[in-house]
């Protein structure tokens, strides 16, 4: 397990200053849990800290699996959205072609809307990510099978 | 389309060139102002894709779709309103990618302040987090302005709506919606003047907001906004419409903004929630 020491510690501080009682936070694979005083808070929601988004707006391409398909992860936390909008359908399905430069989704970060966009051409075989919800850094969205 | 729209159009290109050089002082920032478009947006995105200068403002007198935050729709009678995109493309922009979500902040603060400089008290003019602008006369809260930022490449397009003259809102709109004219109750202040002053506070937090992170316009963006203390309705699960009550959250007090310009807001079990996206309402007054 690889923490932060430094962000742990202005975590700490920050959570002392507003006086929080119970803490938990998962962030690539490291889920770490802070329960201050012995106090423990029962059945409430988890708070989170989200971390600002870097820059390009491309996707990353992770290690090609097996199958011969490619993970395309965010490149930044935010909000994963399907589509352009509720009413419109969304840029992929499972089974559809993308060529390069074709949009995918969008992941929103402080109302910054980011078009992330295909760097390989091929046949989209999974969509992990739910949209709406929150993404993390690195998470897998798709999975295409290059052409 | 009337005469005098036409002739404030012309004075818009003539005056608003002669400014905006001055504004992007060395940059050949270029002018396209076109009766009628989609959005300023599209305009913006395809020039910012076939790589279009720093600078390069698009305006419109009307569009047929313009649009906000997930296909929201953004409407606007032809030529009474301001509807512009900008491509932003500074050297600065390129040193701090990472500043980039930062961007739709330092826009809400300066169309704010753009606007609150036309309002006569006891109207005032307030950002609410990230970067929705709010009218605020007595008891009442209307929207006067939107703002949408896209990424394209090494650029961002920053789409800026601001309610300058209409005075008749449509039905559905009018209960939250207000303008320049509806505030001041005159006619006084029109597109031209608006716009000038926008692109000067435009590029002015822009790039004090990538060149020093949200520390550098936190203390004119706190004193602009109208979230202290309040209490937020924070929306989970993705786009919801405001004061719908049937979405899915939980209620919660805002306490803060941090170093990354994230909202912090408390729930009502003291756990403390560090925002970075969706939606957050204000309670109902």
């Known amino acids: 397990m690889n923490v932060d020491t430094d962000k742990l510690k202005s975590l700490l501080a920050v959570l002392a200053e507003e006086n929080v009682a119970e803490f938990e936070h998962e962030e690539a694979g490291v889920r770490i849990r802070i329960v201050r005083g012995g106090v423990a808070v029962a059945a409430a929601p988890i708070a989170s800290v989200l971390h600002t988004a870097p820059g390009a707006a491309k996707a990353t391409e992770a290690a090609i699996a097996d199958d011969g398909g490619t993970d395309v992860t965010s490149p930044f936390v935010g909000t994963f959205y399907r589509a352009a909008g509720p009413d419109v359908p969304p840029f992929i399905e499972v089974g559809a072609s993308v060529k390069v430069g074709q949009t995918l989704c969008i992941v929103e970060a402080m109302k910054l809307m980011n078009e992330i966009e295909a760097e390989f051409g091929g046949v989209v075989t999974a969509i992990y990510a739910e949209n709406g919800k929150p993404v993390e850094f690195g998470q897998k969205l798709f999975r295409i099978k290059k052409s | ?285």
């Open chain 2, 1 to 285: 389309m009337s005469a005098p729209i036409d002739a404030e159009r012309a004075d818009l290109r003539r005056d608003g060139a002669e400014k905006i050089s001055n504004v992007f002082d060395g940059l050949s920032a270029s002018i396209v102002h076109v009766a009628t478009t989609t959005s300023t947006n599209d305009l913006a995105k395809e020039a910012a894709r076939a790589g279009c200068v720093h600078g390069a403002l698009f305006l419109a007198d009307a569009q047929t779709a313009g649009r906000g935050r997930q296909g929201r729709v953004w409407s606007s009678p032809c030529g009474e309103n301001l509807l512009l995109s900008v491509v932003y493309r500074s050297p600065l922009l390129r040193r701090f990618p990472a500043r980039r979500p930062l961007v739709p902040l330092a826009t809400g603060l300066a169309v704010a302040h753009t606007i609150a400089d036309v309002l006569p008290a006891p109207a005032r003019a307030a950002v609410k987090w990230p970067n929705d602008v709010l009218v605020f006369v007595g008891e009442t809260r209307k929207k006067i302005a939107g703002i949408l930022v896209e990424v394209v490449g090494d650029a961002l397009v920053v789409g800026i709506g601001i309610n300058v003259s209409t005075t008749d809102f449509p039905e559905e709109i009018a209960p939250v919606a207000t303008s320049i004219a509806a505030v001041r109750g005159d006619n006084a202040i029109g597109r031209r003047q608006v716009v000038q002053a926008l692109l000067g506070n435009l590029e002015h937090e822009i790039e004090r907001v990538l060149a020093g992170g949200f520390p550098a316009i936190r203390a004119r963006y706190e004193a602009a906004w109208c979230m202290h203390n309040a209490p937020v309705w924070v929306a989970a699960g993705g786009p919801s419409k405001e004061g719908s009550s049937t979405d899915a959250g939980y209620a919660a007090t805002v306490i803060g903004l941090d170093d990354d310009g994230h909202l912090k807001v408390v729930d009502g079990a003291g756990i403390v929630h560090f925002l970075n996206a969706g939606d957050v309402h204000l309670a109902p007054r």
